[in-house]
């Protein structure tokens, strides 16, 4: 496994968090459960009807012993969480409603979450974006002076390791948005032990291209400098110019990154996509997300074509955000 997660294994080791997983009869998800209680540094919870989870898990020849199960509809908290959620929607839905929301599976294990029951959540595996994002967003909601949420992917072969955003989450992204995520993926990179450089990507360099597109691009620059003088980032950039020297001192001469940076924003969803599956598929990369930034508690969401293995690693990075955020 790579240095990246040996580390994430090293911060849990003796301070496993608690992470919850909605789908709880999908067999990815179950064999992810039993490497993390096997490992011990994930205390997993799996969500659905006790019986079909242990039989599903019975079926498959997979271990669950010792790992918590949750049905919503038997759950002995249940009423403390319908009036924690009525209370957090401010008016938004009524009791009748948080009933009848509060047994699906994702809105379940976003307010176990949000009530301190659990450290983070895992889904996605057999949900959309949406189905994930959609209870974090009314429930844990974004941190202060933050937007939107978003969605970037770790990128790791061997000892390399870059973060592209945002891959998952905001379609067309204007020069505000495009800043925060800018800044939001650099303070996300620190976790994992990267230095963030962080480059705004275009099909322009620094104006070798004029259009309303690239010009986005460039305010974005100026409006995340403003908002983090400190960070190391520029644009906007081509991809070459902003990962190869060589073509940096062509292109882009004078600029802070040189050809050396190792966080890509990219500037709107069909690109981000393309970008980090173009890398994962014919470059060797792992992908590993995507990871949701900017909300008050750890959230993530699966790709519903993930292996186990990225539903063990994502839980990783979940209960290292949550360590973290301590």
Same mark, same amino acid.
């Given at each position: ?9 090293g ?10 997983? @909605?789908?709880?009869l ?8 039993s490497?993390?209680?096997k490992?011990?540094l ?6 659905g ?18 790992v918590?199960i ?11 969480m319908?009036?924690?959620f009525?209370?957090r929607?401010k ?18 294990g ?9 450290d ?5 595996a057999?949900?959309?974006?949406a189905?994930?994002?959609r209870?974090?967003?009314q ?6 002076g933050?937007k939107?949420?978003?969605?970037v992917?770790i990128?790791v072969?061997e000892?390399e ?16 948005d495009?800043a925060?995520?800018a ?31 690239t ?13 983090? @003088?400190?960070?190391t980032?520029?644009?906007e ?7 190869? @020297?060589?073509?940096a001192?062509?292109k ?13 924003v990219?500037?709107?969803?069909e690109?981000g996509n ?13 992908a ?9 508690? @750890? ?9 186990s ?18």
């Open positions: 496994m790579s240095d990246l997660f040996a580390d994430i294994k911060r849990l080791e003796g301070n496993a968090r608690k992470i919850v997983f @909605p789908e709880g999908d067999e990815r998800i179950l064999t992810a459960a490497m993390l209680k490992d011990g994930v205390e997993p919870v799996l969500v009807i006790h019986e079909k989870v242990e039989q599903k898990a019975k079926e498959l020849g997979v271990a669950i012993d010792g918590e949750l049905d919503p509809s038997t759950y002995a908290e249940f009423d403390e319908v009036t924690s009525v209370e929607r008016g938004k839905a009524t009791e009748e409603d948080a009933r009848k929301m509060l047994v699906d599976e994702n809105y379940f976003t307010m176990l979450v949000y009530m301190g029951k659990a983070g959540l895992v889904s996605g057999a949900h959309s974006t189905d994930t994002v209870p974090a967003l429930i844990i909601k974004t941190k202060e933050i939107k949420t978003s969605g992917f990128m072969r000892e390791k870059y973060v592209f955003a945002d891959c998952a989450i905001n379609i067309a992204p204007d020069s505000q495009l925060e995520i800044v939001g993926s650099a303070e996300t990179a620190k976790l994992f032990d990267i230095d963030p450089r962080v480059a705004m990507l275009s099909f322009s360099t620094k104006g070798s291209a004029k259009s309303e597109e010009e986005k691009v460039a305010e974005a620059v100026n409006i995340a400098k403003e908002k983090a @003088p400190e960070l980032l520029d644009g950039f081509q991809f070459d110019a902003a990962f190869v @020297p060589s073509v001192e062509k882009a001469p004078g600029s802070v990154l040189n050809g050396d940076a190792n966080v890509f990219f500037p709107g969803l690109a393309i970008g980090y599956k173009i890398a994962q598929r014919l470059g060797g990369f792992d590993v997300g995507p990871i949701l930034q900017g909300l008050n508690q @750890p959230v993530n969401d699966l790709s519903r074509g993930c292996s293995e990225d539903a063990y690693k994502l839980a990783l990075i979940t209960a290292a955000q949550a360590l973290d955020a301590q």
